[in-house]
């Protein structure tokens, strides 16, 4: 079963970098994913495709702070320079052609 | 420039049928490899997939909803409908509709919510 699993919370000091952390399901692991912010009472934008090489393709206007990586079955993205605005919900998610799957969702919290 | 926008009734009582529409710009629902899909959150919770139909017609559903869940699509107006059966307080929720061009979500919609109560 394609499952992805992401910790609930994260936090950290603006100006400093966050690497959160999707991981895909056993015998998943060379899915591609995307990883999806949500910013307070706002609906998802996508931010950014990764690979399972590790190569990333972000969305348009996405900053140079956001950068995504691979390792194994997990899937990173990391944001350095940490702003207040980055305090926000991000997902993860992948698909096949029959579905489309989401993580359970990191809340930032920037202090 | 893409964009989705939901619409649709935001109260509905247990037990009727909702439906909602997708209307999209930017982009053709006919062209090879895209895809619309719908998604919901519960307040206060992750995102769920619902339901997704392609160019091509081709349509797949979440299998803990697949009963209850039927996607369409009009090319020629540029909308996506859903329609959920049966509907129940706990399917409070906010409903987006979301683009998918080769892969991944690429676009999504600002979200409606939907209220379920009598």
Known sequence: QLVLTQSPSASASLGTSVKLTCTLSSGHSGYAIAWHQQQPEKGPRFLMRVNGEGSHNKGDGIPDRFSGSSSGAERYLTISSLQ???????????????????????????? | QITLKESGPTLVKPTQTLTLTCTFSGFSLSTSGVGVGWIRQPPGKALQWLALIYWNDEKRYSPSLRSRLTITKDTSKNQVVLTMTNMDPVDTATYYCAQRL????????????VTVSS
């Open chain 1, 84 to 111: 207040s605005e980055d305090e926000a919900d991000y997902y993860c998610q992948t698909w096949d052609p029959g579905m489309w799957v989401f993580g359970g969702g990191t809340k930032l919290t920037v202090l």
């Open chain 2, 102 to 113: 080769n892969g991944p979500i690429d676009y999504w919609g600002q979200g409606t919510l």
